[in-house]
């Protein structure tokens, strides 16, 4: 069965732009999970979406949002970006089972860079 | 406030010897417990998780945890290191908050394995 998949893996932007990243789950998996890793802050939690809608949402600020699709694919989106938002993006997949406590997958990650 | 502590930032161990990366949490209600690993320019990997039950789990790769409620640890062990062992542990809770599962992720051990 294959990964998570994110795409793309690297990305550079400018200040001001935006960005989309996208997120391919395990297949069968329904929940997506989106977390942003630095150096200085660690692993944080930005949003989970599970059959197209969000259920969960970090502190993070407006400008970063996501979306599910159909097919459980998740993209997130980072408006008028600021240097500080260079991290590694990671997306997350889990089954979601009644009763169940789920386990997370994670794909490699999509390093942006924000010059 | 959920809350997630791990208090070395890197763990030196020789190989062949008995490692120990230290996790304490804090969480309102029953903890749902995880450790990852994350070895350079990767994403995560699932090593194992507690939910209930006996409070030692066992992992892949040789890795274990027990769960000490009354201290609000989870440590992570394995009996005799590898150099291949070497690698950024995390530790993360997963707990209901507001009505959501909530997950926290520590700051990350840096495990180094020495020949």
């Known amino acids: ?115 | 406030a959920q809350s997630v502590a791990q208090p070395e930032d890197q763990v030196n161990v020789a190989e062949g010897n008995p490692l120990t990366v230290k996790c304490t949490y804090s969480v309102s209600g029953n903890p749902y417990l995880f450790w990852y690993v994350q070895y350079p320019n990767r994403g995560l990997q699932f090593l194992l998780k507690y939910i209930t039950g006996d409070n030692l789990v066992k992992g892949s790769y040789g890795f274990e945890a027990e769960f000490n409620k009354s201290q609000t640890s989870f440590h992570l062990k394995k009996p005799s290191a590898l150099v291949s062992d070497s690698a950024l542990y995390f530790c993360a809770v997963r707990a209901a908050s507001g009505g959501y599962q909530k997950v926290t992720f520590g700051i990350g051990t840096k495990l180094q394995v020495i020949p």
């Open chain 1, 1 to 115: 069965k294959a990964g998570v998949t994110q795409t793309p893996r690297y990305l550079i932007k400018t200040r001001g732009q935006q960005v989309t990243l996208s997120c391919s789950p395990i297949s069968g998996h329904r929940s997506v999970s989106w977390y942003q890793q630095t150096p200085g802050q660690g692993l944080q939690f930005l949003f989970e979406y599970f059959s197209e809608t969000q259920r969960n949402k970090g502190n993070f600020p407006g400008r970063f949002s996501g979306r599910q699709f159909s097919n459980s694919r998740s993209e997130m989106n980072v408006s008028t970006l600021e240097l500080g938002d260079s991290a590694l993006y990671l997306c997350a997949s889990s089954l979601v089972l009644a009763g169940e406590v789920e386990t997370q997958y994670f794909g490699p990650g999509t390093r942006l860079l924000v010059l």
